[in-house]
Structure formats: structure tokens, C-alpha cells
């Protein structure tokens, strides 16, 4: 029998060690990227958390997901102001909190119904990795769709445990990552457990977890992709001119086509980002000239992008749709994507009349109310299905998996990072780009405004990259690939089961102490 977890710090320690452990979990992701330093964080979190009381517990989380998340979205103030920055990083705050409370009754309670070493050494991170996992879940798609940045896992897109990915996703990673330190945090805290045992089951998992090979992939055939990042004053506050963010993609274009018309090897698809213009082809007849040029010229299909807008019925007010478009010369628009997921506060308001009295200024910068779409996510483009997201997209995971579902074999990531000057947050977005390549076994061109650009190979190696804020191109033989990932196969239901082990752990070993507190 071992004794109930006890207080490891006093709390004015722990605060402190909750407040260090944001910038250390911080430091793993890009643009630093020193991926260890995020378990170095998480330990720091579940020893701040452990033995602390309800509101103590409640405390520790809370300062360690502000210390984490002012640093890890200061991009956002850029864009959104320092306010609604500050907003965002108190929501996701609280929920950490809730969670860390969570972790904290499992340390204190699962010991003392499921006694013993092994209970200790394996159960029992079992139960607080599950509880993190499923923070982190509920997190990401509400209110309002969630705020799926920051999760641990996505930290991990260059590491030696990205390979992870292909096989249990992105909450699978995050589960693996905080099990493993859970685990090692039990091998120093029981101490009357031999120290061989101890050394061997923490050195073991790590060294099982990073023996897994990735999946592997096999690429059946190429697509030649021109990506072009046109540099255009493309952000939301940018001064400039009616059609320059059209002449800044055309200008970048320019030598694309020269080189198509020189080249043996045709180009198959044209891309730019989201962005990439100033008025809808549908509604502007020069704008729809442009998009003809640029398909005729490269004799080849046009990703491309625009804000349209759909009449309302019986009276109703226009809606507005940031879409993108499958274009080509003659023929117009072939297909079209609505973002299924604008983002709140920043491309539309949700209760705007609840939350307008408390920053009327803030609120009425967003003057367009964009709706989610509805639309499927894959264009068919002379035969090759590609996936198609735009920005804020690329963290929904069940967005990304209906797209392979539906039989992507390419993805296409169009994106506006403008708002975000030479922040961290382009190479946030890149480093999740780079996880689902890996996760989905599919080649992702990423491609924005003004950086960062790249083309991702399904092993998330990078074929091609763009210097940020230059007006440049990629063109590139792309792998295509048809197979199905197990991240894919098994979606959300590894997120579910291991949620469902972590809360169904706590609850149940809070009912088994219930009763003997009520007879005594």
C-alpha cells in the first residue's frame, strides 16, 4: 500500500512554478521550436497541480494557461487588439484551470481505490493524460468552434515524435506526450518503489513510444503546383487601393507564366491564397478577366479566393462567404468552398447584441458577417480530388479528415497571415500544416499572402519554401497519395476513448471513496 498523493509545493511555490511553465511550454513550439521544452512544461504543470486544494488547483492552472497563452497568441493583438487578446487568453484560461482541478482530484483520489506500484506507475497517468486530452478536446470546438491552438501535440510537428501523428492524430499525440511525463513524474514521486523498476518503466516507454515508425505512405503519382505569394497590403488594416492585392498575385504570377510557356512541363494547377483579391469574379467583370488570364495562360485550372455574397430570401439581409474557387477560362467557376469555419470576432460576431455594451468600438471593427459554409471541401481538378481549407481550417481536425474521407489526395492551405506581420503565428500555422501532412498521408501546399509559403511532403519533410513578405512562387511536383492514415480511420474515437478513460477514472474513483466517507 502506498500512501495518497500528498502536497509536493507549498502554493505561494507553486504559483511559481505555474508561471514558469507557460513560456517553458511556449518555448516548444515555433518559432523557438526547442520541442522538449513542452514536456518540460507539462511536468511543470502536474507538479504545480499535485496536492493542491479545489481553488488552489483552480489558481495554479489558470496562471500557468495565462503565462502560456499572453505569450503563445500575442500575435493576436496585432490583429484583434490587446483586449480581446487578453479575452481569448482568459477563456482558454479557465478551461485550463477546470482541467488542471480535474487532474488534481486524480491525483488525489485514483491512488487510494486502485492501490499498489503498477496502479501508481501506469494507471494513474493514464487517467490525468485522458484529463488533458479531453481539455484540450472541449477546448477546441467550443463556444463558438473552440480555440484549437496551442494544444500540446502541435508542438511536435519536427520532432522524433511526429511520426505519432500518422498513427492516433493530434489529440493521440497530446495523450501520448502528457502520459509519458505523467509517468516519469510517478517514477520520482514513489520513492518506495524500487529504483530499477522505476528507471526501466520510464525509460522503456519513452524509448517504445520513439521506436514507433511512421506510417508509411506510398505516393501514387504527382501534380505540378504553382503556389504564388503575392505580397500584396493584404491586411485588414493596410492602406491601399481598389484592385492592388489583384495587381500584387497577377505581378507574382507573371513569371510563373513566362516559365510555363518555356518549360516542358505544364503546370496543373494554379494556387493563391486566401486574399489573393479584391473583389469577387462573380460580381466584377475585370476581376473575372484576371482570373481567364491567368487559367488561359498557364492552360491550366485556378485556385483562387474572393469574398462573395449570396442574396437573401423574402428580404432577408446578403450573406456574405469567404470562399474559395476552382476557376478556369471559358468555363468560370467550376466549384466552390465556403470556410466552414470563420473566426469568431475576428470574420464575424456571434451575439453581437449581447456582446457589443461591453467594447462597442472593438465589435464594430468587424463590419462583415461572415457565415460557416456548408459546402464540401474538395475540388475535383482533371480528376486529382484536392482538399481545400482556408486559414483557420487547418486546426479543425474533423474538417481535415472529411477531406481525405471524401478522396483528397492533395491539400490545398490557403491563408491570410497579414494581420500578423512578422509574428510567431505564420510559423504556428505552418507547424500545424506540417502535423497534418503527416497525420493525413497527404501532400499540403500551404500557401498565403505574405509567408510563410511552403510545400509539405506527406512525410513532413519540406519540398519547397518562400521567404516571408517577398513576392515569389513555387512550382513543384507534388506526391499524390490515396492512402488511408489510422489517424484517419480511427478520426475522433481516439480522442473519445482516451477523454472517455481519463473523466470516466476520476468520476468513478470520487463515487468509490464516497462510500466509505458516508459510513464513517
Known amino acids: 500500500?502506498?500512501?495518497?498523493?500528498?502536497?509536493?509545493?507549498?502554493?505561494?511555490?507553486?504559483?511559481?512554478?505555474?508561471?514558469?511553465?507557460?513560456?517553458?511550454?511556449?518555448?516548444?513550439?515555433?518559432?523557438?521550436?526547442?520541442?522538449?521544452?513542452?514536456?518540460?512544461?507539462?511536468?511543470?504543470?502536474?507538479?504545480?497541480?499535485?496536492?493542491?486544494?479545489?481553488?488552489?488547483?483552480?489558481?495554479?492552472?489558470?496562471?500557468?494557461?495565462?503565462?502560456?497563452?499572453?505569450?503563445?497568441?500575442?500575435?493576436?493583438?496585432?490583429?484583434?487588439?490587446?483586449?480581446?487578446?487578453?479575452?481569448?487568453?482568459?477563456?482558454?484560461?479557465?478551461?485550463?484551470?477546470?482541467?488542471?482541478?480535474?487532474?488534481?482530484?486524480?491525483?488525489?483520489?485514483?491512488?487510494?481505490?486502485?492501490?499498489?506500484?503498477?496502479?501508481?506507475?501506469?494507471?494513474?497517468?493514464?487517467?490525468?493524460?485522458?484529463?488533458?486530452?479531453?481539455?484540450?478536446?472541449?477546448?477546441?470546438?467550443?463556444?463558438?468552434?473552440?480555440?484549437?491552438?496551442?494544444?500540446?501535440?502541435?508542438?511536435?510537428?519536427?520532432?522524433?515524435?511526429?511520426?505519432?501523428?500518422?498513427?492516433?492524430?493530434?489529440?493521440?499525440?497530446s495523450f501520448v506526450m502528457v502520459y509519458l511525463v505523467a509517468v516519469v513524474v510517478e517514477c520520482l514521486r514513489l520513492r518506495t518503489a524500487d529504483r530499477l523498476v522505476r528507471a526501466t518503466v520510464a525509460v522503456g516507454l519513452a524509448a517504445v513510444i520513439l521506436a514507433v515508425p511512421a506510417f508509411p505512405v506510398?505516393?501514387?503519382?504527382?501534380?505540378?503546383?504553382?503556389?504564388?505569394?503575392?505580397?500584396?497590403?493584404?491586411?485588414?488594416?493596410?492602406?491601399?487601393?481598389?484592385?492592388?492585392?489583384?495587381?500584387?498575385?497577377?505581378?507574382?504570377?507573371?513569371?510563373?507564366?513566362?516559365?510555363?510557356?518555356?518549360?516542358?512541363?505544364?503546370?496543373?494547377?494554379?494556387?493563391?491564397?486566401?486574399?489573393?483579391?479584391?473583389?469577387s469574379p462573380l460580381d466584377d467583370a475585370y476581376t473575372a478577366k484576371v482570373f481567364d488570364y491567368v487559367s488561359r495562360e498557364m492552360d491550366a485550372p485556378f485556385v483562387s479566393w474572393a469574398v462573395t455574397t449570396r442574396a437573401g430570401d423574402d428580404g432577408a439581409p446578403d450573406t456574405y462567404y469567404n470562399t474559395s474557387m476552382l476557376w478556369q477560362a471559358g468555363r468560370g467557376q467550376l466549384d466552390y468552398y465556403d470556410k466552414k469555419h470563420p473566426v469568431p470576432f475576428g470574420e464575424y460576431v456571434?451575439?453581437?447584441?449581447?456582446?457589443?455594451?461591453?467594447?462597442?468600438?472593438?465589435?464594430?471593427?468587424?463590419?462583415?458577417?461572415?457565415?460557416?459554409?456548408?459546402?464540401?471541401?474538395?475540388?475535383?481538378?482533371?480528376?486529382?480530388?484536392?482538399?481545400?481549407?482556408?486559414?483557420?481550417?487547418?486546426?479543425?481536425?474533423?474538417?481535415?479528415?472529411?477531406?481525405?474521407?471524401?478522396?483528397?489526395?492533395?491539400?490545398?492551405?490557403?491563408?491570410?497571415?497579414a494581420d500578423f506581420g512578422r509574428s510567431d503565428e505564420s510559423v504556428q500555422q505552418l507547424a500545424i500544416a506540417r502535423v497534418r501532412a503527416i497525420e493525413l498521408g497527404r501532400s499540403v501546399v500551404n500557401v498565403s499572402t505574405v509567408g510563410t509559403s511552403a510545400i509539405i511532403a506527406p512525410d513532413g519533410s519540406t519540398i519547397d519554401q518562400l521567404p516571408t513578405f517577398t513576392a515569389a512562387a513555387m512550382v513543384d511536383d507534388v506526391p499524390l497519395s490515396s492512402v488511408t492514415t489510422p489517424a484517419v480511420l480511427l478520426g475522433r474515437q481516439v480522442e473519445w476513448l482516451v477523454s472517455g478513460i481519463g473523466m470516466l477514472g476520476v468520476v468513478l474513483a470520487g463515487l468509490l471513496l464516497r462510500g466509505p466517507r458516508k459510513r464513517a
Open 1 to 173: 500500500m502506498h500512501p495518497p498523493a500528498r502536497r509536493a509545493l507549498p502554493l505561494w511555490a507553486a504559483l511559481l512554478v505555474a508561471l514558469a511553465a507557460g513560456p517553458i511550454l511556449d518555448a516548444g513550439f515555433p518559432d523557438r521550436g526547442w520541442w522538449p521544452a513542452t514536456f518540460v512544461g507539462i511536468g511543470l504543470v502536474l507538479a504545480a497541480a499535485i496536492g493542491r486544494s479545489g481553488w488552489g488547483s483552480f489558481l495554479v492552472g489558470f496562471v500557468a494557461s495565462m503565462s502560456f497563452y499572453l505569450i503563445h497568441i500575442e500575435w493576436a493583438s496585432l490583429f484583434l487588439g490587446l483586449v480581446p487578446m487578453v479575452a481569448l487568453s482568459t477563456l482558454e484560461s479557465l478551461f485550463f484551470a477546470v482541467g488542471t482541478v480535474g487532474i488534481t482530484l486524480a491525483y488525489r483520489w485514483v491512488p487510494r481505490v486502485w492501490r499498489g506500484t503498477w496502479a501508481r506507475l501506469l494507471f494513474l497517468p493514464l487517467v490525468v493524460a485522458g484529463l488533458w486530452t479531453a481539455r484540450e478536446a472541449i477546448a477546441s470546438v467550443w463556444p463558438y468552434g473552440g480555440f484549437a491552438w496551442g494544444r500540446v501535440a502541435l508542438s511536435q510537428s519536427e520532432s522524433p515524435f511526429a511520426a505519432l501523428f500518422g498513427w492516433v492524430g493530434v489529440s493521440g499525440v
Open 218 to 279: 506510398l505516393t501514387d503519382g504527382t501534380m505540378r503546383v504553382a503556389a504564388v505569394q503575392g505580397n500584396g497590403k493584404a491586411g485588414y488594416f493596410d492602406e491601399r487601393q481598389s484592385g492592388d492585392l489583384l495587381d500584387a498575385q497577377v505581378d507574382a504570377t507573371l513569371p510563373v507564366i513566362e516559365e510555363n510557356d518555356e518549360s516542358d512541363e505544364k503546370v496543373d494547377v494554379v494556387v493563391w491564397p486566401e486574399g489573393g483579391s479584391d473583389s
Open 350 to 417: 456571434p451575439d453581437r447584441a449581447f456582446w457589443r455594451p461591453f467594447a462597442p468600438d472593438l465589435i464594430d471593427l468587424v463590419g462583415r458577417e461572415y457565415t460557416p459554409g456548408t459546402t464540401d471541401t474538395v475540388f475535383d481538378i482533371d480528376g486529382v480530388i484536392a482538399a481545400v481549407n482556408i486559414c483557420f481550417d487547418i486546426v479543425d481536425d474533423q474538417i481535415l479528415t472529411d477531406s481525405v474521407e471524401e478522396g483528397a489526395r492533395i491539400i490545398f492551405a490557403q491563408s491570410n497571415t
